[in-house]
Structures are given as structure tokens and as C-alpha cells.
């Protein structure tokens, strides 16, 4: 089993950046696609953006050109760059293999304010 942590959300103005963390507790991010998904109060948890087993990287159309996601193998962390900042990108931030399969962490609040 594979635990998940989250970090680096915080309150930002819009505009404003902030890089998110994800370390899992064992390698598995390189033989895996791994996605940064959101969830929104009273909204459903969506991908933000996701790398493939290939490396390849792929963004939700609300986040194309503002946020970046990249990962470090040695490490098993993966990371989100978000830049240029909107208020509704407020929710919580969570990462998981894509599909999700491994239990979810506790996520990472990021907040923007207008």
C-alpha cells in the first residue's frame, strides 16, 4: 500500500503562485500515469493535470498555461507549479495514480482570494 502526502497549499492572492508536493511512501510514480486532482466545495474531484507512464503531460483546459506538473523519480514526489492564480481554483489538491487507485491522502488546501 502506497500513503500519499500533500503539502505546500496555502492562502494566495489572485495572481499569486504556489507549488504543491505530493511524496508517496514508496516508488511508484515512474511505472505509473499520476495525476494532481481537485476537489471544490459541493463540486465533484476532477484531474487537473497528469503525466503519463511516458512522461508525457497533459492539463485540464481550466489550467493550461498556469500550472505546471512534473515529477522526481528518486524522490517519488511529484509536484504542481501554479501560476497566475484564480479564485476558482480554491479546493483541496490531491495526487493519485490516474486512474486513482492507491487510498487518498489528506490533500492540500489552496485558497485564492479576489
Known amino acids: 500500500q502506497v500513503q500519499l502526502v500533500e503539502s505546500g497549499g496555502g492562502l494566495v492572492q489572485a495572481g499569486g503562485s504556489l507549488r504543491l508536493s505530493c511524496a508517496a511512501s514508496?516508488?511508484?510514480?515512474?511505472?505509473?500515469?499520476i495525476g494532481w486532482y481537485r476537489q471544490a466545495p459541493g463540486k465533484q474531484r476532477e484531474v487537473v493535470a497528469y503525466i503519463s507512464s511516458g512522461g508525457s503531460l497533459h492539463y485540464a483546459d481550466s489550467v493550461k498555461g498556469r500550472f505546471t506538473i512534473s515529477r522526481d523519480n528518486a524522490k517519488n514526489t511529484v509536484y504542481l507549479q501554479m501560476n497566475s492564480l484564480k479564485p476558482e481554483d480554491t479546493a483541496v489538491y490531491y495526487c493519485?495514480?490516474?486512474?486513482?487507485?492507491?487510498?487518498w491522502g489528506q490533500g492540500t488546501q489552496v485558497t485564492v482570494s479576489s
Open positions: 493519485n495514480q490516474l486512474p486513482a487507485y492507491w487510498p
Open positions: 514508496r516508488s511508484t510514480f515512474s511505472n505509473n500515469a
